[in-house]
């Protein structure tokens, strides 16, 4: 696939999904069984309508099932699948259904919340949609089929994803809803941040803790001595996942990150990569402002390249304090950010250093980690 994006000034190769590729695999392999010779290449439109020409692998007929292997092309968003061949296998049935279900390879559903039933497998709504529709279109409506879709590598590929965490077992997921991989995006990502959430809820949890990434979850487990189970990872989308938790009802939230991560939110920074807005020193010199410390401390935290070197100033001359005022900043700008929903979750805020210490908190740390007991 030739078509391009732009992005700051790059052009960036657009992709297609696993779910594109197995419809394209499954829909070779109905073609292949009724016409009993080898295909090369087929095509196919995608749920967003571009058309997409794609080289067939491994083709293998037989007069009873015929298999065929397309191989996942990421573009330049390359993911833990880019590369992979994705595999269907096409059986005609006595009756005009078409049955379709997941492989080797392909992952398993072990728990409520992520749209399918547990036991199915790990195969999404629109491509299914697409893998019958494609099917449908060889056979006509008098003919029925089993479509089996499998991937090898599958189970190994999938320890590189989130499936795990997501109740997932034993391979891959096969996704999109577009059928079109556009690099840059971040939306699939936040969908899948978005889904472990509302497993969470799912499973009757009405607390979270939303942690930016390993290091969060590994001091709520570690130094908190809290359940793994009510961490979700929400990345830099501070703001796209607390509009989540509302959506979903959940009735507390509490923000576990470091310190020069969530600074930034104490700012009103809701999405806390870099390439969207830094501001931490400034952040961090309006408040110690606020505490009334010297103008020589914050002339030498202006000049910090990193918040880790501030803090080691800011502890040095004493004025540990400005942290835990920060901390209540942090949960103030959370609440408001929802202060238009009817039932807003309880926000709090914990921030820690890169040594595992507790800085500052919104509430007494015995308080906020009581009620997830």
Known sequence: MDEVIWHNGKAYRKGYTTGSCATAAAKVAALMLLRQQIIDNVSIVTPSGATLHLNVELPLISPAQATAAIRKDGGDDVDATDGMLIFARVRLRGDPSIIIDGGVGVGRVTRKGIGLDIGQAAINK?????????????????????VEIFAPEGEERARKTYNGRLGILGGISIIGTTGIVTPMSEESWKSSLSLELGMKRAEGRERVILVPGNHGERFVRE?????PGDVVTMSNFVGYMLKETERLAFRQVLVVGHFGKLVKVAAGIF????HIADGRMETLI???ALCDAPHELMHRVAA?????????????AGWQRVYPAIARRVAERMTEL????????RCDALLFSFDQQVLGSSRPVAELTEAFR
Do not use: K, Y
């Open 126 to 146: 629109t491509p299914r949609q697409t893998i019958e529709a494609a099917v449908r279109e060889v056979i006509g409506p008098g003919r029925g089929a089993d």
């Open 223 to 227: 130094q908190l001595g809290l359940d």
């Open 271 to 274: 999405h806390t990569h870099s």
């Open 286 to 288: 309006a408040w110690l």
């Open 304 to 316: 910090c390249l990193t918040t880790e070197e501030a803090m080691t100033l800011i502890n040095d």
């Open 338 to 345: 929802l202060r238009f929903s009817p039932r807003p979750p």
